[in-house]
C-alpha cells in the first residue's frame, strides 16, 4: 500500500479563497482522522471519522471549516474563506479498527497570505 | 480536560543516551504513545505502551511509565545522528479506546550532536 496520501503537498493562497485539501486513507481503515500542527498550538485533532461517519469534530476551529467523507478512499478538509491565521500544515492520518496506531500522510503545508 | 506536557528541546552526543520526558493529565489515558517526526514528513508511531504496564523495551528504545505520578519517558540507546527528529508523546483518552482522539504534546526537538 502506498500509505495514506494527501494532495496537495503545498498550497498557497491568498485570503478569502477557498481551499480544499484532499486525503486518501489506506485501504481497509475505518478511521480517518485531520490534525492541523502549527508552532504555537502544537498538534490539534480538527475531526474524526469512523466509517466515513464524522464523530467528533470539537476541534474544528471555525464554520469557515467543514470536512466530508464521501466514500472510504476520499476525505476532503475545506476552508472558506481562508485567512492567514488558517496557515499551517494540516495532516490526514487513518487506522484500522482495533489497531493501536495511526498511518499519517505527509502532510499539505499551507500559506495564506 | 486532557493535557500532555513535554520539554521543547533536547541535545545529546552521538551514542549517549538520550531521554524524553513526558507527563499527561488523564487518569483514565488506556494507551500512551511516542511518534517520531522527521523534518517534512508526518508522524510515525514508534513504539506504545498500555497503562498496565511499568516498562516497554524494544531494541534501542525503552519506555517507563509511571501511572502513579502520570509520567512516561523514552530512553534512545546509543543515539544516532538519524535519531534527530521531533518526538511526540500522545495520550488515548479512555473514552476513545483504542481509536478516536490522541492527545499529543507539542514534541521534543532532539538534536543529536557527532
Known sequence: ?113 | GEDVEQSLFLSVREGDSSVINCTYTDSSSTYLYWYKQEPGAGLQLLTYIFSNMDMKQDQRLTVLLNKKDKHLSLRIADTQTGDSAIYFCAESPGYGGSQGNLIFGKGTKLSVKP
Open chain 1, 1 to 113: 500500500d502506498a500509505g495514506v496520501i494527501q494532495s496537495p503537498r503545498h498550497e498557497v493562497t491568498e485570503m478569502g479563497q477557498e481551499v480544499t485539501l484532499r486525503c486518501k486513507p489506506i485501504s481497509g481503515h475505518d478511521y480517518l482522522f485531520w490534525y492541523r500542527q502549527t508552532m504555537m498550538r502544537g498538534l490539534e485533532l480538527l475531526i474524526y471519522f469512523n466509517n466515513n461517519v464524522p464523530i467528533d469534530d470539537s476541534g474544528m476551529p471555525e464554520d469557515r471549516f467543514s470536512a466530508k467523507m464521501p466514500n472510504a478512499s476520499f476525505s476532503t478538509l475545506k476552508i472558506q474563506p481562508s485567512e492567514p491565521r488558517d496557515s499551517a500544515v494540516y495532516f490526514c492520518a487513518s487506522g484500522g479498527q482495533g489497531s493501536y496506531e495511526q498511518y499519517f500522510g505527509p502532510g499539505t503545508r499551507l500559506t495564506v497570505t
